[in-house]
């Protein structure tokens, strides 16, 4: 018989080596670095005989969503050991912690799944979308001639904390999926071993000044003859063509690799041969509708409008309702209602279109929600546009 209960802080280096074990991974941290910002109270295992085999953990953090910032719960770490799996054991442990967040107030979560096929039987939407770019040293041109007030000059790890956070801030407000990354993280990434290691694939910093003022920054590390742009952030156009022109021009570097860019991110369109740049596009956070009343409230809205919204979620019954939705770009009511549904839809759908990654009418197209009253589905477009699409540029 399985057990299912909140970790103790005795089990702790256990529950982690678990976790790691499930994913055929080793731990690349010692666990005690990761005790501090592990509330135990939020923590789920699942005991064979005494033996740790799943387990899943969630954190209070800040999103992003559009208009507005909110408390949410992030989960992480969700695992099962092989030993463990087709058994039911993470339907229960998903069950079991969508109830508890429910229970603690948050109406929203939010994860990075490993398989896209897992999350959606819990109510998970796609809540965000970035692509992955790779471009020919050849072909990277811009279709503008390109000047520079500027400089780029390279940032010591061990200063990342002084101004590289503000100019993430900066560079995502208003961008809904974004989670800010805690100071203690940028520490953590300022004193990572890699830093003092030689050789080569290391990472390294690079910010653009004007005017003694940082305006944007990237990392990248160099594999081969092939720069990977882990990230950059710029608050202006002309850091941001600054920085792309620096990552380009590498001595010694053919290729361009960007990891994770926003899909209405303007390089493309600065490029004099766009075609040459190699795009694809993946599923970035996932979301769930813990309360869906709750969560709408939260949320503004492009247009003012009424919508009557019948949602189907098997997993909470208080979201297995009719709601009227009333918002715009001041507030938003949402509560029960016995009124005629405007749009049939399950929660994991309503979630994407909630977080701007989708269109109602797409979804509808792709057989997922039903249009009772004409001409609803282009008023919940309009009602639910986003300035800029969803973007998740880092994990929690």
Same mark, same amino acid.
């Given at each position: 018989m399985l057990e299912m209960r909140t970790v103790t802080a005795d089990e702790f280096v256990a529950w982690t080596r678990a976790e790691a074990r499930a994913h055929g991974n080793r731990l690349a941290d010692d666990p005690e670095v990761l005790r501090p910002h592990f509330d135990l109270g939020r923590s789920i295992g699942v005991f064979d005989q005494g033996n740790i085999v799943g387990g899943a953990h969630s954190h209070r953090l800040e999103m992003s969503i559009p208009g507005a910032s909110i408390t949410m719960a992030g989960v992480a770490n969700i695992a099962v050991q092989p030993t463990h799996t087709r058994q039911g054991v993470m339907t229960r442990m998903m069950n079991h912690q969508i109830h508890d967040i429910y229970e603690r107030g948050e109406p929203l979560a939010a994860l990075f799944a490993s398989e896209s096929i897992i999350y959606g039987r819990f109510g998970y939407g796609v809540g965000s979308l970035y692509e992955r770019w790779t471009i020919d040293r050849h072909h990277n041109a811009y279709v503008r001639p390109y000047e520079s007030h500027g400089r780029v000059a390279f940032v010591?790890?061990?200063?990342?904390?002084?101004?590289?956070?503000? /100019?993430?801030?900066?560079?995502?407000?208003?961008?809904?999926?974004?989670?800010?990354?805690?100071?203690?993280?940028?520490?953590?990434?300022?004193?990572?071993?890699?830093?003092?290691?030689?050789?080569?694939?290391?990472?390294?910093? /690079?910010?653009?000044?004007?005017?003694?003022?940082?305006?944007?920054?990237?990392?990248?590390?160099?594999?081969?003859?092939?720069?990977? /742009?882990?990230?950059?952030?710029?608050?202006?156009?002309?850091?941001?063509?600054?920085?792309?022109?620096?990552?380009?021009? /590498?001595?010694?570097?053919?290729?361009?690799?960007?990891?994770?860019?926003?899909?209405?991110?303007?390089?493309?369109?600065?490029?004099?041969?766009?075609?040459?740049?190699?795009?694809?596009?993946?599923?970035?956070?996932?979301?769930?509708?813990?309360?869906?009343?709750?969560?709408?409230?939260?949320?503004?809205y492009m247009q003012a409008d009424r919508l009557v919204l019948e949602v189907k979620d098997g997993m909470c019954p208080w979201n297995e309702a009719k709601f009227g939705l009333e918002g715009s770009t001041e507030g938003a009511e949402c509560r029960p209602t016995e009124s005629s549904p405007d749009l049939v839809l399950g929660v994991s759908d309503l979630a994407s279109a909630y977080m701007g990654a989708v269109s109602f009418s797409t979804l509808s197209r792709a057989g997922k929600i039903e249009e009772r009253t004409p001409g609803a589905l282009l008023r919940a477009d309009c009602m639910f546009a986003v300035q800029y699409p969803p973007w998740t540029p880092c994990n929690f």
């Open positions: 010591d790890p061990l200063d990342i904390t002084k101004d590289l956070p503000e /100019v993430f801030r900066r560079t995502t407000t208003d961008r809904p999926g974004v989670f800010q990354r805690p100071i203690h993280q940028w520490e953590h990434d300022a004193h990572a071993p890699e830093h003092s290691q030689g050789g080569p694939g290391g990472l390294f910093y /690079v910010a653009y000044e004007d005017g003694g003022r940082v305006d944007g920054y990237a990392t990248y590390r160099i594999t081969g003859t092939t720069l990977g /742009v882990n990230e950059l952030m710029a608050t202006t156009e002309e850091a941001n063509a600054a920085l792309w022109r620096f990552c380009f021009d /590498v001595d010694r570097v053919s290729t361009t690799e960007a990891l994770k860019r926003p899909v209405d991110d303007p390089l493309p369109w600065m490029l004099a041969d766009p075609r040459r740049l190699q795009r694809s596009t993946r599923d970035g956070v996932w979301v769930r509708l813990i309360d869906v009343a709750a969560s709408l409230k939260l949320r503004r």
